[in-house]
């Protein structure tokens, strides 16, 4: 079905959607943009360009469920963070990560896209090293991870042993992480003169999750996202990159994609908890 209104937009800063798992899109007003323009439900769109003045919004749900789609705007859209943005920037987590919230208080996050990694090969290297070498590997290779978190705006949120847990607001920008974090690490361990050199696996997932603050942990996030995400990973081999068609369709994923040059393959994988198979998504890097 589909319904058509017409809007007044003369300035930036508004965006067009449905809520829920769904980002909205932006809208980008502009000189030479056009008058009218059509959001889909589901569709992987970037930002719609119109131009200033009345500009006639056709909004298509090709869906059976029903959904209410808003335009909404603020004025003052650069001077404010919502919620989500806020916990995943790793300034505010430093400063302020303890005092968040309470211990009985549950921050319900609209949106967050979740990484994971680990390293695959792990045990050949503890026996080639022993564990203190070992152990030393592993925090350092933690080090070069972040690296790619800090170029795309992610924040560490915890490892566990030898995986690493991370969250970030845009989609295309985890998806960037995880790649970058491929090549990084790959090099990396290229110095090493390792005989039996580890490898990495990540796992990329979008959608809404629960930010909780513990007095042990600081702030933490969990929910079916956080599984997910999990779940991506270890359906990840040895320099490969795996995420969800939630993360695919996010606005600006695709671009990022083409830019890499490397070849996309999806497939229908069984998720245990899950009572249908989902598409996943892979790149191999380097290997």
Same mark, same amino acid.
């Given at each position: 079905? %589909? ?88 300034? *505010? ?14 921050? %319900? ?40 978190? %800090? ?59 629960? %930010? ?8 933490? *996030? ?66």
């Amino acid at each position: 079905s %589909a319904q058509e209104i017409d809007v007044d937009l003369t300035t930036d800063g508004w965006s067009i959607g449905g809520g829920g798992d769904e980002p909205d899109t932006p809208i980008r007003v502009t000189p030479d943009g056009p008058s009218a323009v059509t959001w889909r439900r589901g569709a992987p769109t970037e930002a719609l360009a119109v131009r200033p003045g009345r500009v006639h919004v056709t909004m298509e749900n090709p869906t059976p469920s029903r959904v209410r789609v808003q335009v909404a705007s603020d004025p003052d859209s650069g001077r404010w963070l919502s919620a989500a943005w806020l916990t995943t920037m790793p300034e *505010y987590r430093r400063q302020f990560g303890s005092v968040a919230l309470a211990s009985d208080v549950r921050l %319900a996050v609209r949106a967050i896209a979740v990484l994971f990694t680990d390293l695959t090969g792990s045990a050949a290297m503890y026996h080639e090293l022993g564990d203190a070498r070992a152990f030393r590997f592993v925090h350092d290779h933690f080090a070069v991870l972040d690296q790619a978190l %800090a170029e795309w705006r992610g924040s560490r949120v915890k490892t566990i042993g030898d995986a690493l847990m991370a969250t970030f607001l845009d989609p295309a920008d985890a998806l960037s992480a995880a790649i970058a974090m491929q090549g990084d690490f790959q090099r990396w361990v290229a110095t090493l003169d390792l005989a039996h050199p580890p490898g990495l696996k990540v796992g990329v997932h979008f959608g809404p999750a629960m %930010a909780v603050h513990t007095d042990q942990a600081g702030l933490d *996030y969990f929910g079916g996202t956080v599984n997910m995400a999990a779940r991506c990973e270890g359906r990840a081999v040895r320099g490969q990159v795996v995420w969800t068609q939630e993360v695919h369709t996010s606005p600006g994923v695709s671009a990022r994609l083409d830019a890499t040059g490397l070849e996309v393959t999806s497939w229908s994988s069984e998720i245990k908890g899950l009572p249908n198979p989902v598409t996943l998504f892979r790149v191999t890097v380097g290997v």
